[in-house]
């Protein structure tokens, strides 16, 4: 077992914190390249589904 700091440990959750908003963002941008992609090729789009 080890202990941080209290400005240790804030500072872990804060990168914890933008990294899981960051993933957020891109799983949001990736859906809209999704859609994007869907209405350019649906024949693709419709591929990926199956």
């Known amino acids: 077992m080890?202990?941080?700091e209290?400005?240790?440990y804030d500072?872990?959750?804060k990168i914890k914190i933008s990294n899981l908003?960051?993933?957020t963002y891109f799983d949001d941008?990736?859906?809209e390249y999704y859609k994007l992609l869907a209405v350019l090729f649906p024949n693709i789009?419709?591929?990926k589904k199956k």
């Open 2 to 4: 080890f202990y941080l």
């Open 6 to 8: 209290q400005s240790e």
């Open 11 to 13: 500072s872990f959750r």
């Open 21 to 23: 908003e960051a993933k």
């Open 29 to 31: 941008k990736l859906e």
């Open 45 to 47: 789009a419709n591929k």
